[in-house]
């Protein structure tokens, strides 16, 4: 048998062995964000209780699945905006103790299934962004529920998290950095009373844009150690949908392709676009009584699309390569068929499968918002309360003479 009679069956058997790994279950039914529709339309419109009964069921249906841990993030955020503070805690730290495990592997499974069948087929891996925003959601949650402890232990670990990402990506500083994590941690310091702790994270935070010089007046007092003699309230308020991901297709060009010859390819990728939103700086009510406007602290939307701009010619130089190698695959199987008994049926077959697979994966943390804004507060009233937020309410009790932390999620308008 000729040299390149062995090559075509040997790729034969190894895309045929990759189907068995994978399995015809992996392929996705769906997109991920139209497998969300229920739970998104309810969160969206600040149905937080319904929407979270939403995602118990989605996570029923898709027990075991490569999106199983991304559902649990989407849990745990939906959980907090509804003020279900232990479930929040549960879902996140579930979810990341995976994307822990997983970070920067792939197994030789989930990769021979990706090289064929794409992306979607790998269990998700969280992009650095969305791991970097876990711990801040886990610190509020505590927060919550009154668990300064737990507060303080996620405090530590979000920046550790960010100096660790920092350090292995020292050129990616305008990506991993995070204003909102950093000054929540800064402000857990500071109810603490660790002034020089909190100072540094407010430097740091300031050292990003000089949009954060509103931070002097807080390093000014971290720096000769004062804690504030009045009633302080911080409000954290989300405010939209982070970008979304759409499906779209590249060619058909016409390409050479060694061993195949002239051949015409197309494929789909993932891109972002900007879910709309009108809601821009909002009014902070105590009791009715309005204390003043929030503004922005992180801007995640322009987070997630920069990132995804620095490294989309890599995403679609690698899927540009599994499209040529299923092509190659497909030809040399077809070449190898004749030689094994009902080989042009098996790779008919197959054919369709790899056909039938192409989706591009469209698999991201939806809930994310667009933005954070704050808001401060001096000398504002002790006790229950009602606090609003764009039509939002909830109760906070807020300690005399303490530095408060609230946490707001409007729906989308």
């Not at 405090?155 to 920092?166: A, D, N, V």
Request: with cysteine.
């Amino acid at each position: 048998m000729k040299k390149t009679n062995k090559k075509h069956i040997y790729i034969l058997a190894v895309t045929l062995a990759s189907f068995i790994l994978v399995g015809c279950n992996a392929i996705p039914k769906k997109p991920y964000p139209q497998a969300m529709n229920s739970v998104i339309s309810n969160y969206g419109q600040g149905n937080y209780e319904r929407a979270l009964a939403n995602a118990d069921a989605v996570i029923t249906r898709n027990k075991r699945t490569l999106d199983s841990h991304l559902l649990l993030l989407e849990k745990g955020k939906i959980a907090l905006a509804a003020r279900n503070f232990e479930t929040a805690i549960n879902s996140l730290q579930a979810a990341e103790k995976r994307f822990l495990d997983i970070e920067g592997t792939v197994s030789l499974s989930e990769e021979t299934g990706s090289l064929f069948l794409g992306d979607n087929n790998i269990e998700y891996e969280a992009e650095p962004y969305e791991k970097l925003m876990i711990s801040p959601y886990l610190a509020l949650a505590y927060l919550g529920k009154g668990d300064i402890i737990g507060a303080r232990v996620e405090t530590k670990r979000i920046i550790g998290k960010i100096e660790q990402y920092l350090e292995k990506n020292p050129d990616d500083t305008k990506h991993l950095e995070n204003p909102f994590a950093r000054y929540l941690s800064a402000l857990i310091y500071e109810k603490d009373g660790s002034f020089d702790d909190a100072r540094i994270e407010y430097q740091k935070i300031m050292k990003t844009s000089s949009y954060y010089n509103f931070l002097q007046s807080d390093i000014d007092r971290c720096r000769a150690r004062e804690k504030s003699s009045t009633t302080n309230l911080v409000v954290f308020v989300d405010v939209g949908f982070s970008p979304r991901k759409y499906e779209v297709r590249y060619g058909p060009e016409s390409i050479h392709i060694p061993d195949v010859g002239v051949s015409t390819i197309q494929f789909v990728y993932p891109e972002y676009r900007k879910v709309p939103c009108s809601t821009n700086k909002c009014t902070v009510y105590l009791n009715n009584t309005s204390l003043g406007n929030t503004h922005l602290l992180y801007n995640l939307e322009e987070t997630v699309l920069a990132q995804y701009e620095k490294n989309k010619d890599k995403l679609v130089e690698k899927i540009l390569n599994q499209t040529i190698l299923k092509t190659v695959a497909k030809a040399a199987a077809a070449r190898g068929a004749q030689k094994i008994e009902g080989g042009a049926l098996l790779v008919a077959a197959f054919s369709k499968i790899l056909d039938e697979a192409e989706q591009a994966d469209l698999r991201s943390w939806i809930t994310l918002p667009r933005e954070i804004q704050y808001a401060r507060f001096h000398g504002v009233a002790s006790g229950p309360q009602k606090l609003r937020v764009a039509g939002t309410t909830i109760d906070v009790d807020i300690e005399e003479n303490e530095l408060n932390i609230a946490y707001v999620s409007l729906p989308i308008r």
